[in-house]
């Protein structure tokens, strides 16, 4: 039983790491942009929608009740910000340094982080801050009662979310109009432009369905553990859930997601005391690593084919 | 008219094989050399050496170790930090287990470690490439810092859990600590910076260097014609490594004199390493050190003007220098995505046409 919940708490721990590395492997298709800022558009558009919700008056962090908006509309508030800052990402930044070497590219996604990071906090405060937007929280009673399982409700939604997101994302992409241009640039940006698609448009959705999916992980960390600082740093949890699920793969985040979750769960509880504990930070990365030698392209990464 | 390569005529293969082939490169990097040695000495105070120069100095000595991996080599490592922190501890131990050995022993001995820590950790790198490197070399750096923080052995179980410098000498002299004159810190970490630098400069225009090019520029091409690339890869990681390691052991010993594996060599550092190399410019031994140079100045200076000249509040302009710090990234990578080495390359090919413009 024991065996049981340790699997159901990893898994609903997958899925918040997939929630992350969806958001990476949403822009890397469309645009080979290695975005490490995704974890700090999380964690910027979890301050504006706590910043909206409680009516904080941006730079000064007064807050006003009579701004405070309802969580609805604060929510359809951060997602048009959202937009905005995609739109001003590829206008300020991407716009520039099309053809640039993939490095350069991630690169000024780091340099973005950081101002996302500094504006976040001046607009904000960078306080702790705590997000109430009605989410159940505690444990299930019902899986408590009847078959013994502690499992937080939070967790639960946050997989429903991602299960719905995932759905959205699978319909938008497939059967859209714009899902299918997104597709065409994912495969080859030189051909997606001959046929009259235009890249700077893919580029602003793109990013701004990566700000919403960021929105999402957002709430669901924060409502768990607070809006703060460390938000940021789940980035960090996702990239060896994409390595695992390859770059380019949006169910190979989620299976990533779950392996790595799991994985971590069980060797936290049975291999970290013979070691010493504290190895969630790391074993996520050897894991992916021990993967990694037997497929360098992740799970369902795309074959590669190398030519000189 | 006066700085070019033609009409100078070479009589012995020396001269021909020259490092700085072209006189007043040489005239330049003396200059620069004896001002480094006998002017800044003079002048040095505590706050230059521990806020500008030392950090200057030991992040020159990472840029360029990084640099002939990720720059010269074509491999992305974001694990610098656990490197670093390899030889901070390696040096700890060194002079904690053998009091009165030679600081330069000691650093090479954390160069030496480091280099087989890198090893190891660049052995996946022959099945993977490109941002799957920098996610193998993050393994590095998370497992690294987990290792310090947890086992006691390496600081020598004191409760603190930090490490912290005892006195080192080279050539008699005291070089570590805080007892230490300035300027024989500031003249030791300088003389091993330039060392370093001018084996750097021969490695990669050497077989060696030459080989990571290769593989960098079309690692299948380069096998083609016969470079074996896991050698190639690994001597990279193990080079690299090694400068990392001899600045871990400096940042821990020469400058800090404390450190905490987490605090002092998080992710962080490893970024700001990046950081130097691609602002300095990737592949130019000349861009590590300008890198390091921009990115210890530009905090003094931004936390100079915010807080003194505009008057805010600490905390407000901590984040504003968050902010200034990622707006200029991304405005140097906009403006010149070679770095700041190209620009003095600009500087030099006008010259060669001085005083004429074509």
């Known amino acids: 039983m024991f065996f049981l919940e340790t699997v159901i708490s990893g898994l609903l721990a997958g899925v918040m790491y997939a929630l992350v590395a969806l958001g990476f492997v949403l822009i890397f298709k469309a645009s080979g942009v290695f975005n490490f800022a995704q974890g700090v558009m999380a964690l910027f558009a979890g301050l504006t929608l706590v910043g909206l919700m409680t009516g904080t008056i941006p730079i000064t962090h007064l807050t006003n009740d009579a701004l405070a908006m309802p969580g609805w509309l604060a929510i359809i508030a951060t997602i048009a910000i959202m937009m905005v800052l995609a739109f001003a990402i590829e206008r300020l930044i991407l716009r520039h340094l099309v053809n640039q070497e993939h490095i350069i590219l991630f690169m000024s996604t780091l340099g973005l982080a950081y101002v996302l990071e500094g504006a976040g906090d001046i607009l904000w405060g960078s306080d702790v801050k705590v997000l109430d937007l009605g989410l159940p929280q505690g444990a299930s009673d019902w899986l408590l009662d009847n078959w013994g399982l502690y499992v937080e409700k939070i967790e639960l939604v946050a997989a429903l979310t991602a299960g719905i997101l995932v759905a959205v994302l699978a319909v938008f992409f497939q059967k859209t109009r714009i899902g299918r241009a997104l597709r065409a640039v994912a495969d080859d940006h030189q051909a997606a432009l001959s046929v009259g698609i235009s890249l700077r448009t893919i580029w602003v959705i793109v990013w701004s369905v990566a700000g919403v999916v960021a929105l999402v992980a957002g709430v669901m960390w924060g409502s768990k553990s607070g809006i703060q600082f460390s938000l940021s740093l789940i980035a960090l949890k996702a990239l060896p859930v994409l390595i695992l699920g390859g770059f380019e793969s949006i169910p190979g985040a989620i299976v990533g997601g779950l392996i790595i979750g799991v994985g971590e769960k069980l060797a936290e509880v049975y291999g970290g005391p013979i070691i010493g504990g504290a190895i969630e930070n790391w074993f996520a990365y050897m894991l992916a690593l021990a993967f990694l030698l037997f497929r360098p392209q992740g799970l369902f990464g795309e074959k590669i084919i190398e030519r000189v | ?358």
Not at chain 2, 111 to 131: D, N, W, Y
Not at chain 2, 158 to 171: D, E, K, L, R
Not at chain 2, 179 to 206: H, M, Q, T
Not at chain 2, 311 to 321: D, I, R, S
Request: hydrophobic share 55%.
């Open chain 2, 1 to 358: 008219m006066f700085y070019r390569e033609a009409g100078l005529f070479k009589t012995s293969y020396a001269a021909d094989q020259a490092v700085f082939p072209i006189p007043q490169d040489r005239y330049f990097i003396l200059g620069v050399l004896i001002i480094a040695y006998v002017a800044v000495p003079l002048l040095i105070e505590d706050y230059w050496l521990n806020a500008v120069m030392l950090p200057f100095l030991v992040y020159s000595l990472a840029a360029l170790g990084l640099n002939l991996l990720t720059g010269y080599c074509g491999l992305l490592s974001l694990g610098t930090g656990g490197f670093l922190a390899v030889g901070a501890y390696t040096a700890y131990k060194m002079m904690t287990a053998f009091p009165g050995l030679d600081m330069i022993f000691v650093l090479l001995t954390s160069g030496t470690v480091t280099a087989l820590v890198g090893l190891l950790f660049g052995l996946p790198s022959l099945r993977i490439k490109g941002f799957y490197v920098a996610v193998a070399t993050l393994a590095a750096q998370f497992f690294l810092i987990w290792l310090f923080y947890k086992v006691g052995w390496f600081y020598n179980y004191n409760a603190t859990g930090q490490i912290t410098v005892t006195p080192g000498y080279s050539f008699g002299v005291l070089v570590t600590s805080q007892k230490a004159e300035p300027a024989a810190k500031y003249l030791f970490v300088l003389s091993v910076v330039v060392v370093f630098a001018l084996i750097a400069k021969n490695i990669i225009r050497g077989r060696i260097g030459r080989m990571w090019m290769a593989v960098r520029d079309q690692d299948i091409a380069a096998e083609l014609i016969g470079i074996r690339p896991f050698p190639t890869k690994l001597s990279a990681f193990a080079a690299s490594s090694f400068f990392i390691g001899v600045a871990g052991a400096m940042i821990f010993a020469n400058w800090l004199g404390a450190a905490e594996s987490g605090e002092t060599f998080g992710i962080n550092e490893s970024f700001l390493v990046l950081f130097m190399i691609i602002i300095g410019g990737l592949g130019s031994i000349l861009g590590s050190f300008l890198g390091a140079g921009f990115m210890t100045l530009m905090p003094i200076l931004l936390k100079n003007t915010l807080v003194d000249y505009f008057g805010l509040t600490a905390v407000f302009a901590k984040h504003m220098e968050i902010m200034m710090m990622g707006v200029l990234i991304v405005f140097f990578l906009i403006v010149e995505p070679n770095g700041l080495a190209r620009l003095w390359q600009i500087v030099k090919e006008k010259l060669r046409l001085w005083p004429f413009p074509h």
